[in-house]
């Protein structure tokens, strides 16, 4: 078996990495002897890179759905690994980090470690320390270089890319997809160009839609994305 974690974030490299994939494990000879086991947090992009008919693997997977980690599991964990480092977290810290992180794993992962490292050795992890490695987090720029190509990109981008990053902000600044007002607020002709550009977008694995709730996928960017709004201040 050969386990890819975060596997979408190949769509990304450059030259053609499922075609190697492709012509290394899954050639011929190798059916019925190698497992491939592709995971990812950005659900629809993967999707996309797995079912789109102009991909070298398209229809030769099978999708199984994991399950969302249970967050009383998750904070029990955490609190476990944090004593066992000599940097104890109470419990309201994990609560916060959680909310923080929305219980997204490999977010939670790694704002988890950013807290850790910010911790002298034998002191107590409390929510304002949680918040401050959060937000240093988000003001580096070291972890998070791709948020503002993702904007840059769009922004360069045509009318419909524009919109696209106008709703992200709308989404991020907490307006609400079906408003009128706020569509004009962002910049858009009207919600229902915030709805083809929510729809865009989780094309590209960036936003989606649980029950009648739209939400970014990856929390880090959906915060990052708050600290550059453009209407932030209003």
């Known amino acids: 078996m050969v386990a890819f974690d ?5 769509a990304h490299c450059p030259g053609e990495p499922l075609s190697i994939i492709r012509s290394a494990l899954m050639g011929p000879g190798r059916a019925g002897h190698v497992t491939l086991l592709l995971t990812g947090s950005l659900r629809d992009k993967l999707r996309l890179m797995l079912h789109t008919s102009t991909e070298p693997i398209w229809d030769q997977t099978h999708d199984l759905e994991l ?5 009383a599991a998750l904070a029990d964990y955490l609190e476990l690994r944090f004593a066992a480092t000599g940097k104890p977290a109470s419990r309201s810290a994990i609560d916060h980090l959680l909310a923080l992180t929305d219980c997204h794993p490999k977010r939670t992962q790694h704002v988890a470690f950013h807290v850790w490292e910010a911790i002298p050795q034998n002191a107590t992890v409390d929510p304002p320390a949680v918040q401050g490695a959060f937000e240093a987090l988000l003001a580096s720029g070291r972890d998070n270089t791709d948020f503002a190509q993702i904007i ?10 524009v919109n696209d990053a106008k709703a992200l902000f709308l989404l991020a600044g907490g307006a609400s997809p079906g408003s009128e007002k706020d569509a ?6 009207d919600n229902r160009s915030t709805t083809r550009a929510l729809q865009r977008l ?3 694995g960036y936003v989606t839609r649980t029950a009648h709730t739209w939400r970014i996928v990856d929390p880090l960017l959906a915060a990052w994305l708050q600290t550059q709004n453009p209407l932030g201040e209003d």
């Open 6 to 10: 975060e596997f979408q974030r190949l």
């Open 67 to 71: 399950p969302d980690l249970d967050p």
């Open 152 to 161: 840059d990109t769009l922004l360069c981008g045509d009318d419909t890319d």
């Open 184 to 189: 004009h607020r962002y910049g858009l002709p």
């Open 202 to 204: 989780r094309d590209r």
